[in-house]
């Protein structure tokens, strides 16, 4: 009785219109987000100030909310298919844009890196997805570099009543997990000329939602060096794990 | 009964060949009978007393083209009765024949479901209580029993089931919309292989009165655990991971797959 999850369902969508209701194909260049990353408080009244933060991802997929419409349903063969909505909040939508491959999302070295050509379909965007992976040596990774065989990799500062942090976090996910719904609100058009920039938001600035709630740096250094290492096993990972896969902590803006 | 009738008249008028297709829903053995504790990681093994499902929306079709049958009435039925293994009717009717391959339902709260086989008692419950499901039963490890009953509101639209049943002229199929119960004790929102597990719901029964309860449910914290994980769905205690469950229990013919999609 066990079900196959995380699947996709190829969007059988209406044939016959006239090409005059074709959508449009357009490619845009996607890039890391080269903000600064925000200095933010997690619900434990740390304040976390990050100086790495890079995450091994695979396959960017973009979405237009629901079903396309009969106006618009003609569509080339590309066209992907439909992310599974969350049942319990309404992230899903149809997939008509992607960027493939293998990345590492560095949002401190690496923002502006250019990722890749995205083929979009026209339309109001809604939503990005993409999936989490293990980074590899393929990755051009060294041996010592600390992402190497984990998903994500932070690390920086946590500062609370005085006291200076410094930590490291190491974070694996199963290679697969989809990461759905991150914000992305854009019209895009046939003559569309934006650069998509994928940002990594550590504070939800609507929830006030930190990448780091639940984790309470003091816990962690029972010696008192005011350094911690954040290892998969440990109860912080744990917290981690979860917030690092919440689509709050993502999205995608046009520089 | 008016669009079965239209059909009626347009598949005598056209020659086309037809039969009878029977749509029932089942909770299989392990609602009906219980979860073994062969089923769970953890050793437990839980009996459901009732498993009231306010189920309507019922829609079937060849792929590709509009529904030959359509029940849009919601009806609540106990899936918890013994059933010697057909599960309960809940709609039949003349389809075109060929393969049924594109079923949809909803199960979801509805103020003006019929009882289907249900006690006027049982039918307020699920409509006066804006209830999807009510699952009420006791889980047992060694010498220790824990109850629960638990309403849920959330609806979910289960489309595009892929059912096999193959309706020939004059001849009669079933389409059977599972239910798959032991889905409730998931550990796992996304996981593949997700393992069924009772150990941290019993563990909430911080009062320690035998039951857990909804307000008990809600206070477990899954952040810190290694397993339970909810993937982007934000959720981060146990009673909306049990009610985010409650959207994958649907299935088509046994173990066919639907899209399954949660409606606010």
């Known amino acids: 009785m066990m079900m196959h999850r995380g699947m996709f369902v190829v969007v059988m969508l209406g044939l016959g219109c006239a090409p005059s209701q074709e959508a449009q194909r357009v490619q845009l260049e996607v890039e890391v987000d080269d903000a600064t990353l925000v200095i933010g408080d997690n619900d434990l009244g740390w304040s976390i100030e990050l100086g790495a933060a890079r995450l091994a991802v695979a396959d960017l997929q973009f979405t237009i909310l629901g079903e396309m ?19 319990g909040h309404l992230a899903g939508g149809d997939v008509t844009g992607e960027l493939t491959g293998a990345f590492v999302l560095d949002w401190v070295a690496g923002g502006g890196q250019r990722l890749g050509s995205a083929e979009m379909l026209t ?44 930590f490291t976090a190491q974070v694996d996910i199963d290679a697969g997990t989809q990461m759905v719904g991150a914000a992305f609100d854009l019209e895009i058009d046939r003559s569309e000329q934006a650069l998509l920039a994928i940002q990594f938001v550590p504070v939800d600035p609507i929830e006030g939602l930190s990448l780091f709630d639940g984790v309470d740096f003091a816990a962690l250094d029972p010696d008192g060096d005011d350094v911690v290492a954040i290892v998969p096993g440990d109860e912080a990972h744990n917290f981690l794990r979860r917030t690092v896969q919440s689509h709050v902590h993502y999205g995608v803006v046009d520089r | ?24 829903i089942y909770g299989e053995e392990f609602i009906e009978e219980g979860i073994p504790a062969s089923v769970f990681a ?3 093994s839980v009996k459901f007393d009732s498993f009231l499902i306010s189920v309507g929306a019922v829609t079937v079709a060849q792929a590709g083209d509009s529904p030959g049958l359509a029940a849009p009435g919601f009806q609540v039925l106990e899936l918890a009765r013994p059933s010697l293994g057909l599960g309960q009717q809940i709609a039949s009717g003349r389809v075109l024949a060929g393969r049924q391959d594109d079923v949809g339902f909803v199960v979801g709260p509805d103020a003006a479901a019929v009882a289907s086989e249900v006690s006027a008692q049982e039918l307020a419950r699920m409509t006066d209580g804006g209830l999807a499901l009510y699952v009420a039963g006791s889980a047992t490890k060694g010498g220790v029993t824990k109850r629960f009953a638990w309403g849920f509101p959330t609806r ?47 563990q909430a029964d911080v009062d320690g009165d035998g039951e857990v309860t909804q307000a008990e449910l809600l206070a477990v914290d899954l952040r810190p655990l290694p397993n339970y994980q909810v993937g982007s769905t934000g959720i981060v205690d146990l009673w909306h991971f049990i009610a985010h469950q409650t959207g994958t229990l649907g299935h088509i013919d046994g173990e066919g797959h639907c899209r399954n999609t949660a409606e606010e």
């Not at chain 1, 590309?78 to 599974?84: E, L, M, P, T, Y």
């Not at chain 2, 059912?163 to 798959?180: C, F, G, K, P, Y």
């Open chain 2, 1 to 24: 009964m008016l669009r079965r009738g239209l059909l009626c008249v347009l598949l005598a008028a056209c020659s086309v060949d037809a039969g009878e297709v029977e749509v029932r």
């Open chain 1, 123 to 166: 339309g109001t965007y809604h939503g990005l997805n993409f999936g989490f992976r293990v980074a590899a040596a393929s990755d051009g990774l060294t041996g010592e570099d600390p992402l190497l065989g984990h998903t994500a990799y932070f690390a920086g500062t946590a500062r609370k009543d005085g006291r200076e942090v410094v």
């Open chain 1, 69 to 87: 419409h009969e106006a618009s349903a003609w569509l080339p063969s590309w066209v992907i298919g439909r992310a599974w909505a969350h049942p």
């Open chain 2, 156 to 202: 979910t639209r289960y489309s595009e089931c892929e059912s096999v049943a193959e309706v020939a002229a004059d001849r009669e199929a079933t389409v059977q919309l599972t239910i798959h119960g032991d889905h409730l004790f998931y550990d796992d929102l996304y996981s593949e292989t997700p393992a069924v597990r009772f150990e941290l719901v019993a």
């Open chain 2, 42 to 44: 953890d050793g437990w």
